[in-house]
């Protein structure tokens, strides 16, 4: 008798236990999947300036680029320090968008300046910070990210 309740509590701990674990995981999940961010793309996140957003030069763009171990086909990757660069365009009065100055390299935690105070731009001018990254070993098609911004 005492065996078979000794081998009833051992049962009973091993499913409280079971339970205790997966309802860790279901109300606190470990991991956050950064790539339905609005403000980033695949683990790709930019803290500032967010979308649609007024600008003025300089203009400072923060951000981070934390690849994502769930998705690999949805995963901005790093290569020796580098994630990727980062474009201005500006839409040359509704004839189509075309690239200012040089792209500019980015790595894991960021902070961009791009100034162009001196170029006298229309007041609303759209433009937009077109990210690239950086994919050596070409196995899919490099990502990309627009953020949308307006002078």
Same mark, same amino acid.
């Not at 994502?68 to 990727?84: A, D, I, L, P, Y």
């Given at each position: 008798?005492?065996? +078979?309740? /000794?081998?009833?509590? *051992?049962? &009973?701990?091993?499913?409280?236990?079971?339970?205790?674990?997966?309802?860790? @995981?279901?109300?606190?999940?470990?991991?956050?999947?950064?790539?339905?961010?609005?403000?980033?793309?695949?683990?790709?996140?930019?803290?500032?300036?967010? +979308?649609? /957003?007024?600008?003025? *030069?300089? &203009?400072?763009?923060?951000?981070?680029?934390?690849?994502?171990?769930?998705? @690999?086909?949805?995963?901005?990757?790093?290569?020796?320090?580098?994630?990727?660069?980062?474009?201005?365009?500006?839409?040359?009065?509704?004839?189509?968008?075309?690239?200012?100055?040089?792209?500019?390299?980015?790595?894991?935690?960021?902070?961009?300046?791009?100034?162009?105070?001196?170029?006298?731009?229309?007041?609303?001018?759209?433009?937009?910070?077109?990210?690239?990254?950086?994919?050596?070993?070409?196995?899919?098609?490099?990502?990309?990210?627009?953020?949308?911004?307006?002078?």
């Amino acid at each position: 008798m005492k065996k +078979l309740q /000794k081998n009833f509590l *051992w049962f &009973l701990a091993g499913i409280i236990a079971l339970l205790v674990l997966v309802g860790g @995981v279901y109300v606190y999940p470990k991991t956050t999947d950064i790539s339905e961010i609005v403000n980033g793309k695949c683990g790709l996140v930019v803290s500032s300036p967010l +979308l649609n /957003k007024k600008i003025t *030069w300089p &203009l400072v763009i923060k951000g981070t680029v934390v690849p994502q171990r769930q998705n @690999v086909e949805c995963s901005w990757q790093t290569f020796e320090g580098v994630s990727g660069t980062a474009q201005v365009y500006m839409d040359d009065n509704k004839q189509g968008w075309k690239p200012i100055g040089n792209p500019t390299i980015f790595g894991p935690n960021f902070s961009i300046t791009f100034d162009y105070t001196k170029m006298n731009f229309p007041a609303n001018t759209l433009f937009k910070i077109v990210f690239t990254e950086e994919n050596p070993a070409v196995i899919r098609t490099s990502l990309i990210f627009e953020l949308p911004l307006a002078l």
